[in-house]
């Protein structure tokens, strides 16, 4: 019987790090969590012996420590792959006039036009909001600015979704969250080309480009 339970264990203990590597995504979580469970396996091997004995988890610690390896040398797995290419730069569209066009803002419309698809009948410049003018809201908001700080390493500091999208029409939590926030302000491009080159958003500072 004890056999059966050491099986069960490894097996609902190998679920579990699959269930983990799937879920989480972003780089620099991968790679805290990995060093962790890198550490954790050892540790209880020297210092829980008796522990795991007794409570039959003698696979615990080498499930911790393969894991913990695995989310460490595949902590950009999911990272977004850039094509800078000038032809995959975001389609023709009508452009302002002194539109910036240094590779920092290039990749930003290449962002913008792989998640919102940019639109070719409208004059884009930077101030065009993304929530007013391009219609980005929800889900499709909350995916974006997750893309931008993964893709730009934008510290989003004091970023308020809510003072900007509605959340996902689905997320009850949410939308209880962002009652009685007021009417949205705009987020514009600038605003976004501001963060990506400062490398973190401060709400005063970018809202005051306005």
């Known amino acids: 019987m004890n056999e059966y339970i050491q099986w069960i264990n490894l097996l609902l203990f190998l679920i579990l790090a699959a269930v983990i590597d799937r879920t989480i995504r972003l780089p620099l979580l991968r790679k805290w969590l990995g060093l962790c469970l890198?550490?954790?396996?050892?540790?209880l091997l020297l210092y829980a012996t008796s522990w795991i004995?007794?409570?039959q988890l003698e696979?615990?610690?080498?499930?911790?420590?393969?894991?913990?390896?695995?989310?460490?040398?595949t902590s950009n797995i999911y990272r977004r792959v850039k094509n800078t290419h000038p032809l995959m730069i975001a389609p023709t569209m009508n452009l302002s006039p002194n539109f910036p066009e240094d590779p920092v803002m290039q990749q930003l419309m290449q962002l913008l036009h792989e998640e919102i698809d940019l639109p070719k009948h409208k004059t884009i410049s930077l101030h065009t909001s993304l929530n007013f003018d391009l219609g980005c809201d929800g889900v499709e908001a909350k995916q974006f600015m997750e893309a931008l700080e993964q893709d730009f390493g934008v510290d989003l500091g004091d970023y308020d979704a809510y003072r900007y999208f509605q959340p996902p029409v689905f997320?009850?939590?949410?939308?209880?969250?962002a009652k009685g926030r007021g009417?949205?302000?705009p987020?514009?491009?600038g605003m976004l080309y501001l963060a990506i080159k400062n490398h973190s958003w401060d709400t005063q500072t970018l809202e005051n480009l306005s």
């Open 171 to 177: 997320d009850v939590f949410l939308k209880r969250r």
């Open 59 to 73: 696979s615990l610690p080498i499930v911790a420590f393969v894991t913990g390896i695995g989310l460490l040398s």
């Open 187 to 189: 987020l514009t491009i």
């Open 183 to 185: 009417d949205k302000i």
């Open 38 to 43: 890198l550490i954790t396996g050892p540790t």
């Open 53 to 55: 004995i007794g409570a």
